[in-house]
């Protein structure tokens, strides 16, 4: 088993990373999902805007204690009438 900084669960590193996405205001409509394995944090899921495909990306960066993040993140224009 590898050792990670500070010895963080994959279970903590996702609830932080929810937390800071949750920090940064991205809410629904985004659907953004978070899962950790063996300490690097994935994000699945659609949201509006690059930016904001960017900004959670850059939220997860700063998690402290996982080895690293992958995005997997689509940007789904929702069109309104």
Same mark, same amino acid.
């Given at each position: 088993? %590898?050792?990670?900084? $500070?010895?963080?669960?994959?279970? =903590?590193?996702? /609830? &932080?990373? =929810?937390? #800071? %996405?949750? $920090? /940064?205001? &991205?809410?629904?409509?985004? +659907? *953004? $999902?978070?899962? !950790?394995?063996?300490?690097?944090?994935?994000?699945?899921? +659609?949201?509006?805007?690059?930016?904001?495909? +960017? !900004?959670?990306?850059?939220? @997860? #960066?700063?998690?402290?204690?996982? /080895?690293?993040?992958?995005?997997?993140?689509?940007? *789904?224009? @929702? +069109?309104?009438?």
């Amino acid at each position: 088993m %590898l050792k990670r900084r $500070n010895d963080i669960s994959d279970e =903590q590193l996702t /609830r &932080l990373a =929810q937390q #800071r %996405l949750g $920090n /940064r205001g &991205l809410a629904p409509p985004c +659907q *953004i $999902n978070v899962a !950790t394995h063996s300490g690097v944090i994935t994000l699945t899921g +659609q949201v509006e805007h690059a930016h904001q495909k +960017q !900004t959670a990306l850059s939220a @997860i #960066r700063g998690v402290s204690g996982s /080895r690293g993040c992958v995005s997997h993140l689509q940007v *789904i224009e @929702i +069109q309104r009438f």
